[in-house]
């Protein structure tokens, strides 16, 4: 990727419009080349629906490109939030390096462009936002086993068990910069749930009350404060930081992992967690899409069994890497030599992959709460219109996730969670109280 020259007199960050874009791109030999045809014939429209950017596609005659540009401050609510551009820098260090980890899982960067904060990448076709698959009752063959590979293989190669100590700290440095989608993070799942912030919303007047009681619950904000430190001060991976179901495009065949634009060396439980959080929520959001009772009872299952799998095939790939890769400079070989040594390193690894799902049910727990109570939702709950029918799903999956914050020891084992989920996809919350 060689740096192109901007056009004479743009050398600053400016919004690109469709047309602007398209005199951009047509003076960058490669990406113009790749789209075909004349400038004047490319159909350009931007697409975006996230809460942070601009995102265009851009059909040419012999191919086409997706475009993302970062606002200077946060879409979905407005110019009064800022918002550095810097976090595109970041996306792309972070495409580069998952597409070298975990290679094929990522979209291919096509041009970055540090000014104008914008990444041109590989254009995905026919990929759907899994998110939207989900709500519409799809399952993907394909999902868990590449979810896993693209997990366990950016956790582990990024952390103290499989590089060496420096590199490993010039990699937390290279993204230390990212403090401000930290931020985001930080104010918005560990602590705007939990007390009145002006941007909060929910179901209401259905889940005022609940509302309420996760503003007053001690115990709750114990847990998620200590969610909160390990995500603030836990360097042991680089993660994706946003890897919910909204950040993974796929067909039958094929997924793809997106906008890394959140990523940063923090704990490994977050990015499991993110995903199994948004699975557990497509699933207690179905009831809510059913148009006749039991009509999405086959997509229903799947979804379960996924989060299971989601968890144990991660398990096994993750440790099976530090079995054969651990090359890293925590738990040097020399100190586990010998059979007693090799029984020890492993007892070990066990106790390690115990505590790591201990995190992720915490953090699964505090994705899950975020999006029923906090500032952004999602459309598997959004796109149930009656209210109340809504307000039902949601209570459940609040149900569900208070329980996995603040009785870990009730969920020591995926099933455990697949188990109660299943409990909650008929309660009938009693909003009164
Ligand atoms: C203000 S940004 C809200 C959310 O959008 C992103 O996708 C992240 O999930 C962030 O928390
Ligand atoms: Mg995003």
Known sequence: ???????????????????????????????????????????????????????????????????????????????????PLS???????????????APGLVPAVLHHDETLALIAMQFLEPHIIMRKGLVAGTTYPRFVDDITTFLARTLFFSSDLAVPAAEKKEGIAAFAGNHALCKITEDLIFTDPYRVAEQNRWTSSWLD??????????????????????????????????????????TERET????????FYGPMGFDIGAVI??????????????????????????????????????????????RTEGKGDAYPVTLFAGAEGAARLEAERQAYMAQLFQDTVGFAAAKIIRRILGLAHNIDFELIEDPKRRAVCEAR??????????????FPTIGSITKTAQALRDWQPDFAG
């Not at 976090?87 to 980890?101: D, I, Y």
């Not at 793809?256 to 990523?263: G, K, L, S, T």
């Not at 999956?397 to 009730?410: E, N, Q």
Request: glycine share 8%; aromatic share 8%.
């Open 277 to 322: 959080a948004n699975l557990l929520m497509a699933y207690l959001a179905s009831a809510g899409h059913e148009r006749s009772p039991g009509e999405r009872q086959a997509f229903e299952e799947w979804v379960l069994g996924t989060v299971e799998s989601v968890w144990t095939e991660f398990a096994c790939k993750f440790v099976e890497l530090w």
């Open 256 to 263: 793809r992992v997106i906008d890394p634009e959140f990523a």
């Open 397 to 410: 999956s609040l149900r569900l996730a208070r329980g996995m914050m603040v009785d870990a020891a009730k």
């Open 209 to 250: 009350a609940t509302a309420a009681r996760f503003r007053e619950d001690l115990d709750l904000h114990v847990a998620v404060s200590r969610l909160k430190l390990k995500f603030m001060a836990s360097p042991e991976a680089l993660i994706h930081g946003d890897l919910h179901t909204g950040s993974i495009m796929v």
């Open 1 to 83: 990727m060689s740096p192109q020259p901007l056009p004479s007199g743009q050398d600053e960050y400016r919004i690109l419009r469709e047309a602007d874009l398209r005199d951009y791109l047509a003076q960058l030999p490669a990406i113009a080349r790749q789209l075909g045809g004349a400038p004047t014939t490319w159909s350009i429209g931007e697409v975006g629906d996230g809460n942070l950017n601009l995102v265009f596609i851009v059909r040419g005659r012999d191919g086409s490109i997706a475009v993302k540009q970062a606002l200077p401050y946060v879409r979905l609510v407005g110019e009064s939030w800022p918002l």
């Open 87 to 101: 976090r595109s820098h970041f996306e792309r260090l972070a495409l580069t390096h998952q597409a070298r980890l």
